[in-house]
Structures are given as structure tokens and as C-alpha cells.
């Protein structure tokens, strides 16, 4: 007894490395965990590894030659930092996008959606000791892949959009592989439900870890998936509405008390994975509305060969994958942007990890990075 | 509230003159810039007053001007309440930047201000860790300004990739 005692009054922290190689960082990220046995008084996330200096390459390309760069923030959003580039320039240009243009961006952006949820929710899975839900889901983002491929000829860095519009058309044949791909999918996200959803295991590793309640996520700048968990009803697409999202109908999940599991609290893990889970159905949704509305004309508007907007800044959003991406370009009415800066998702997400970490157990930080779905090259840019 | 009255609110409650700029034509977004000095009550006041409840600050930034001497520092805000947008703005001496952390307002700007401060060197006051975030330590000079010079190397890493006949050779 006494022994006990002795160790509870000198408490000794160990200073420990997780990182920047480890399985569950999913890219070049570091934290010092100070622990005192399996508990953590404190993780302080390390970032900067992959720090490519996207912003400052913007000051050296001219506005059209910055596209093929957006796609490099984020590998797994392409799609989005295409679109939200694209949508900061022609707000400057005063440039509007025509009907199918739009409606083509809304199918890539989901269809881009679709791909990265599969991965974090395989990853999330995987972190936490079921590895075959991954492999599920890889072997159906391959069909999203070779969907994307044979619309843009990229598999990860798509860069699809154009200021004005978009790089390709789509045919029929496409869009009835679209279709079928989603007849094939839909199935399986009950599938995916039934199997791994409700599984004691998983859920007890995730519910009611790692608590964010909801001033906290506002106050720390969370967004997208991680805010609606701690219940803030927020939705970029539905709230400022922007390209063809006004005309399709979609609902935003939230996070709540007990919903999926009696224990689980709005803002914990598995309500971040659970508010996913359901994302992945909505985005199905949406691309059944934009496969019957998709009107015909345009893809691109009338821009000029060389861009030069005229001297003014603008922030531009949209709701990725992650939530909102910010793209803030300044122009000084040159040739080249004057200053771009990226606002993701990762970045905000990542800074509160050192808020949440105390009395978490050094499992539970692996769970925190997989739901909070921190991407480390979007973080760094 | 749109942006003008926000900016009007804001003068008569800080009880300075604030810059306002916006274009006739309505391109880009117009924005506030209040004195360095008023920056941290600025923000203070857009988080705090009922008519404003500037809850999410969306991103904080910064823009080298070597022109003006000046380096810019951008705060684009947010209310999930009362759901408008607002682009406050402050500008600091470029040959010594300093300004008031606004991290003790919201919490987000932390690790903003951070990669201010690692990009474009400006210090803020009351910052709980004010270290470097994207570059090294002891890497030299901010990458976002606009004079910055990148050097050859780092540690005896070259910077930039030989050339392809220098590597043929090797």
C-alpha cells in the first residue's frame, strides 16, 4: 500500500516520439506524447514535414497555371481545391459558369467525396484493428478511380476544372457507368452498416472518446464532418449555397446523444465516424438527382487566354470532404496571383488535438487522428 | 448585417477611424482595416457584441506589401448565429512587425498565428508558443515575403536539383 502510494506522489512523465513514421499518421506527422503509463497528460502534434510552399509557388505561375498546384494540397480533395481556386478567380472576373458546368462539377466533387470517405472510413477501421472493411472499400474507390480516370485522365491529382468551367464533357456511356456503379454501390453501404457499424469492438474503441463539445469546435475552428458530430447544423453546400447544390435536395447528418450506441455522446469518435457513414449515402443521393438534371450546353465560359483579375481579394468556399476549404486570392491586377492562401480543413483539426489530449489513452490518440480525419499533406501544404 | 453597418458598428464602439474599402462594382470582397494598436480590442469586440457574435474565425492570414512598408494581417470572420461574413484586416510596421495575439479570442488563431509568424515574421504579443510551424527551427527568413531569397542549402542539402547532365556525370 504504501509502495502504491509512493508512486502516486512521484509521478514521472515519459516524453514520447509518435512519429513522424507511424502506421496510423497516414503521412509524415509527428507528436510528443507525454504519458504517464497509458494515459496521456499531453499530445502536442509536430506538423511542417510536408511543407511544399504551395502559397508561395502561387507568385510564380500565372492564375490559369496554378490549377494543376491545387490539386497537390490535399491528395485525397482534389477535386474540391480545384473547384474552390476556380470559384475565388471568377468571382474576381465576374465570370459566370454555364448550367452543365456546374452540374459537372457538383457530380466530380462527389463522386471525389465518395472516394475519400472510403478511405477514412476504411482507415478508421483500420486503425483500430479491423483491416478487411478497408480493402472493401479500396477495391470500390478503384471504380470511383477508373470513373474519374476516364473523365479527366487522372486518378488522384484530377485537375478537372478550368476558371470558367471544366476540362471535359461526359457522354452517355459515362454517365451509365456512373449510374451502374451506383445501382452496385448503394447495397453496399448497408452491407458495410450490418457488418462493421454496430460492432462492439470498434464502437467501444470510439464511444464516448475524445469529447468535443460544441463551442469548442466552433471556437477551434472545426468544420465539415467534425462540427456536425458535435451537433453545430452547418453545411456549407446548403447554408451558402454555391455551383448546382440550390436545385438537388440532400439532408445533413448530425452527430447526437446515443444515436447508433446508448453510451455514445454528440461530438465523440464514433459519432464522427457515424456522421460519415451517412454522408457517403447522401453524396449517393446527389449523384442520382445530377444523373436525371444534368441540362445540356457549355462546359466552359469565355475567358480570356491570358487572366488578369482586376486588382481585388476574395475568399471563396466550398464544403469538401472535410469540410470547408477556404481559398483566399489576392491580385494585384498582373498576370500572377499576388498571394493565395489555402484555409483546410486538416489544419484547424490538427490544433485541437493538443486541447482534447489530456486523460486520453495513448489508443485513444489513434482513434482522435482517424476520425478527425487529419490529412498531414493538407496541414502543411 | 451587412458589411458597411458591421463597419460602422465597429468605428463607433472602438471610437476610431477605420479604413473601408470596396470596390463600386462589387468585385472582391470589401474589408476593415483597423490600427494596429485596436487590433486585439477590434477582435475582442467582433467575437463579444450581440450584433456581431463573430463566433468562427475561418482563417487568419497574412500579405507582405513592401510597397506600403507594411505587412498586412487578414482575419476573414464568421457567425454561425446570425450567419454573415466579415474581412477585418491590420497592418503591421514591416521593418518590425509586431501585433497583439488574438489567440486568447479564438483559440483557432493559435496555430495561425504560428505560420505568420513562420511564413512572414510577425511577432504577437501573449502568444502562448510562438515557434515555427511549417519550416525548421533554424531555417533563415520568411518564404512569404515578398524579397525573401531562398538559400543554396540547408545543412549541406542543396535546395534546388542539379541539373541533368551534372547527374549524367556523377
Partial sequence: ??????????????????????????GVLRFLVHTDGEVMSRAVPEVGYLHRGLEKMAESVNWAGYMPFTDRVNYLEAMFTNQVYAMAVERLLGVEVPERAEFLRVIACELNRLANHFITLGCITMDLGAFTPFVYLLRERETIND??????????THNYMRIGGVAHDVDDDWLRHLEKFLDHFEPLIEEFRALIVGNEILVRRMA?????????????????????ASGVDWDVRRDLPYSAYPQVEFSVPLG??????????????????????????????????????????????????????????????????????GCYVVSDGGPKPYRVKWRTSSFSAMSIIEHISPGLMIADLVAVIATLDVIAPETDR | MEAVEIKNLLQQQLGVDIEWCSDENGVGDPFAVVPAEKWLEACRLARGHEQLQFDYLRALTGTD?????????????????????????????????????????????????????????????GHRDLRRIMMPDDWPGHPLRKDYQQPDDYHGIPTSRPRAEEQAND
Fill in chain 1, 208 to 228: 464516448p472518446v475524445a469529447v468535443i463539445c460544441a463551442e469548442d469546435a466552433v471556437a477551434w475552428g472545426l468544420v465539415g464532418p467534425n462540427l456536425r
Fill in chain 1, 1 to 26: 500500500m504504501t509502495e502504491l502510494v509512493r508512486i502516486a506522489e512521484n509521478r514521472q512523465e515519459l516524453v514520447l516520439n509518435m512519429g513522424p513514421h507511424h502506421p496510423s499518421t497516414h
Fill in chain 1, 256 to 325: 447526437r446523444d446515443g444515436q447508433g450506441d446508448a453510451q455514445s455522446i454528440a461530438g465523440d469518435c464514433y459519432q464522427r465516424f457515424l456522421v460519415r457513414v451517412e454522408e457517403v449515402r447522401q453524396s449517393c443521393r446527389i449523384l442520382r438527382q445530377c444523373l436525371q438534371k444534368l441540362p445540356a450546353g457549355d462546359i466552359k465560359a469565355k475567358v480570356p487566354k491570358l487572366i488578369k483579375p482586376p486588382a481585388a481579394e476574395c475568399y471563396a468556399a466550398v464544403e469538401g470532404a472535410r469540410g470547408e476549404i
Fill in chain 1, 147 to 156: 470513373l474519374i480516370e476516364s473523365l479527366c485522365g487522372n486518378r488522384v
Fill in chain 2, 65 to 125: 506589401r513592401p510597397e506600403q512598408e507594411v505587412i498586412e494581417v487578414v482575419a476573414h470572420l464568421f457567425s454561425y448565429r446570425l450567419r454573415h461574413p466579415f474581412v477585418l484586416k491590420t497592418r503591421a510596421q514591416r521593418t518590425q512587425p509586431v501585433l497583439d495575439s488574438i489567440s486568447a479570442v479564438w483559440p483557432a488563431a493559435e496555430w495561425y498565428e504560428r505560420e505568420i509568424f513562420d511564413l512572414l515574421g510577425v511577432d504577437f504579443r
